[in-house]
T-cell receptor, first 115, second 113 residues
Framework: AQSVTQLDSQVPVFEEAPVELRCNYS??????LFWYVQYPNQGLQLLLK??????LVESINGFEAEFNKSQTSFHLRKPSVHISDTAEYFC?????????????FGQGTRLTINP | DVKVTQSSRYLVKRTGEKVFLECVQD?????MFWYRQDPGLGLRLIYF???????EKGDIPEGYSVSREKKERFSLILESASTNQTSMYLC????????????FGPGTRLTVT
């Protein structure tokens, strides 16, 4: 069975500081990996995904994540955060192959940006 | 743009009531999902459906049932609501065989008193 662990439930940072949100997963098979973001009072939306190819993936608003197979990690980073990045971030994993439509989510990390 | 709508943003029900949560998507997606979101637990899958009239249990199906009579609509039913079902309920849809991206509705915050 798959599982996802987000190591920090809350991360407070100052505006323009760098941030890293940690995600580790466990799975006995090859996986797809995702980061979703939930802004206040909204549903989740996809931030970025790793399906295959380059292990470094980027979003349109400056976030990036690197798939590290040996460490079973998919940490999310941004070199300089903005107030508008305040949200809850969820890491998710899906098996490749049959049943691949299902996602298993982590517990979420609440990112708070202080001015 | 894909749109997933949920019938209510906020709902208050009494213990023992039968509760229907409705979800509609407008992108002809094959897959639809119901999750509940609780602080510190993330999202947990209740049920999903990969076709009309087809359904599969997720990780926490106890106390819930679902109905999918039309491709665009997926309903979550609480047969007899209990206080431990107070939660945020999120519906999502995805296209079969694409990039596994799920599109989420805004959620229904259900309070059972």
């Amino acid at each position: 069975a798959q599982s996802v662990t987000q190591l920090d439930s809350q991360v407070p940072v100052f505006e323009e500081a760098p941030v890293e949100l940690r995600c580790n997963y466990s799975s006995s098979v090859s996986v797809y990996l995702f980061w979703y973001v939930q802004y206040p009072n909204q549903g989740l939306q996809l931030l970025l995904k790793y399906l295959s190819g380059s292990t470094l993936v980027e979003s349109i608003n400056g976030f990036e994540a690197e798939f590290n197979k040996s460490q079973t990690s998919f940490h999310l980073r941004k070199p300089s955060v903005h107030i508008s990045d305040t949200a809850e971030y969820f890491c998710a994993v899906s098996d490749k192959g049959v049943g691949a439509q299902k996602l298993v989510f982590g517990q979420g990390t609440r990112l708070t940006i202080n001015p | 743009d894909v749109k997933v709508t949920q019938s209510s943003r906020y709902l208050v029900k009494r213990t023992g009531e039968k509760v229907f949560l409705e979800c509609v998507q407008d992108m002809d997606h094959e897959n639809m999902f119901w999750y509940r979101q609780d602080p510190g637990l993330g999202l947990r899958l209740i049920y999903f459906s990969y076709d009309v009239k087809m359904k599969e249990k997720g990780d926490i199906p106890e106390g819930y049932s679902v109905s999918r009579e039309k491709k665009e609509r997926f309903s979550l039913i609480l047969e007899s609501a209990s206080t431990n079902q107070t939660s945020m309920y999120l519906c999502a849809s995805s296209s079969l065989g694409q990039t596994y991206e799920q599109y989420f509705g805004p959620g229904t915050r259900l309070t059972v008193t």
